[in-house]
């Protein structure tokens, strides 16, 4: 288990990007489970768990993202640092020792720890990260939690949202530690995500130890952080019109065309400015992609949302001028929002003779597009992998028992390795508590479909890890994760949606997991502190989350409703309400079976089979043509925020994203290295803060709460908050008011 450390300065990782932002050196010494880790960890951790899911049902939605919370607690661990108490506790717990084992009765275990072990450092800081990386994020089985309430009217209580919750969350846990000698451990897998996290935690505790001069980098982060919360009450209540910028639409509001095309709430965005850092960064942060990937996917949405959705729409392909060119809701032939009350019987199944009276189900045409590229990117991806990366993924697979550890290998040496049987028995525990939540609130949901549910992540986690580990793009369930309940269990939303939300959401979390465990490797952090914080963050988060949406639908006025005053209108659960409607109520055969308009899409498989070819054969030939840089999954994949994201989302994204990403960066790279993460990092918290500060303060409507003013919210009655609900773009109008089949 040894190491030699005086070979340390001579050896470092094979992979260039690996060694610009990972130190090759560790101090085994250096404590990281320490009290003030916990006590700031978790605060943040929670806090920011609360704020992203009361944000999941607002648009636009800022995210607490978890790049923030290790600027916040930087400064938090300073000061615990130089505040508290340098003295060591010992804490003795008595525990049973029967006599028949050798011992007296009872044997008393000491525990030591100090409050204050030293500086703050590095490997408390990556920890702090680890929690927030696992358990900040919306948690997926919430979204059909709330579908089942609002809109199957399927209320199955606290304990089934927290026990789905645990469940979908924590399987995947299990999953991730399993596959550590093939994702974690070698070399080859960078998980290029992990690089930028490491330089910012490198950075940060290398000034420590330095005096460059100059504004420091957290200087400037509180007073980005000040700015943007001060200026955020201009576009978040004093001048709302700033968020819709629709100007265009102002001066013509009654043109249907020109407010489809440059609206910003059901338009296509083509007016490109806003003034509200939710709108600009809805998709993530401009400053933290990439500027070749921002590429890809503003070229995928030019593509396919400016150029192809318009052409689709106005010549009517589909009976997609009947409705809104944008919206998250699916429609009936009527033009108005499909009623799925009407096509349901007393058990909550399809009812086909309702289905026939009523209407089909009609997609406007953002969300037929959406559909279009998901079934060409299912098989786009797999094609595009085994070409340009299929003969690294083979090697790679044959050298894993074979290659050499690398530096950080053998630094991780000198630290027990967490035992497979833990993680086993923890995925064992949380695959039964979804088995307990499908069987006990009988949700339509047999064992063996769970079952199913859970085999897809088990059979994509490492080819799914492979890929997203040496290139940054993973495979998606969600397309399979619906077909196949929907084709099974048809007739059944509530089935569908626990099906989905179970097998999305293991995939997802077990390559969060890993990739949190491959930077506990790269920080040289004991797997088995690794494994204790991400199991219990995840844990408890969830405790909070499901708390949280509880209170919410409890005590907000109107949530959920398209009028709602502080826009928490749920955009996303109105998408997962479209999917469960589609897939689990009336099912694939009908909705893109050989008699439905839809069934065309159907070849978009072929066609995204073939799509990566040319681009394939033609940098084989011509090897420096600028041909070798195009990703045909990223420009199809890129886009599949919509819905709920609309035009506005990408078009401002993009164009923040060529200031930082393309102007800045080539023009003064060392403001931009020194300060771009940073000022992303701020903008995200100096918006989340006021926006949280403006809803509690000003907005909440809590009948008869003496602490909100005036008993109820207050608002702002003016020309620049009111100009733009005066256009067809906010009144969401088609083209063609009149029935579909009225010509």
Known sequence: MGFDFDAVDEEDSPYPEVRASVSNVDDPEMPALTFRMWIIGLILCMIGSAMNVFFNFRQPAPQVVPLVLVLVSYPCGKLAAFSLPIKTFCLRLPIPWPKRFGGHGWKGVEYRFSLNPGPWNIKEHVLVYIMANVAVGNPYALNAVVVAEIYYHIKLGYWFNLVITLATQLTGFGLAGLCRRFLVWPASMVWPQNLVACTLLNTLHAEDDSDTGGLSRYRYYVMASAGAFAFFFLPGFLFVSLSVFSWICWILPNNIPVNQLFGVTSGLGMSVITFDWTQISWIGSPLMIPWWAECHVFAGFVLFYWILTP????????????FPISANEPYDRYGHMYDVTTIMQADNKFNLTAYEEYSPLYLPATYAMTYLLAFALSTCVIVH??????????????????????IHAKLMRNYPEVPDWWYMTAFVIFFALAIVAAEVWHTGVPVWALLLAVLLPIVYVLPSGFIFAMTGQGITLNLLAQIIPGTLLPGNPLANMVFKAYSVQTLTEATMFVQDLKLGHYIKVPPR???????????????????????????????????????????????????????????????????????PQLYAMIIGAFLPVPFWLWQRRHPDSWIRYVSTPIVLNGVSFIPPATGINYSSWFFVGFIFQYLIRRRNFGWWSKFNYVTSAALDS????????????????????????????????????????RTADYNRLPLRASPVNVL
Request: glycine share 8%; hydrophobic share 45%.
């Open 311 to 322: 052409i689709l729409y106005y010549k009517n392909v589909w009976s997609l001028a009947h």
């Open 686 to 725: 100096g918006t989340v803060l006021s926006l949280i500060t403006i809803f509690f303060t000003l907005q909440l409507c809590v009948d008869g709460s003496p602490a909100v003013p005036k008993g109820g919210g207050i608002s702002v009655n003016w020309w620049g908050n009111t100009v733009y609900t």
């Open 529 to 599: 502190a690794t494994f204790i914080v991400q199991a219990t963050a995840t844990i408890l988060a969830a405790f909070v989350q499901v708390g949280v949406k509880e209170w919410m639908f409890a005590n907000v006025k109107d949530i959920c409703s398209p009028d709602q005053k502080s826009n928490l209108t749920c955009p996303h659960n109105q998408v997962f309400f479209t999917a469960s409607a589609v897939w689990g109520l009336i099912g694939p055969n009908r909705q893109f079976g050989t008699s439905s308009i839809y069934h």
């Open 385 to 406: 992998t085994l070409l340009y990366h299929g003969r690294s993924l083979l090697n790679g697979i044959k050298n894993l028992k074979l290659e050499k550890d690398d």
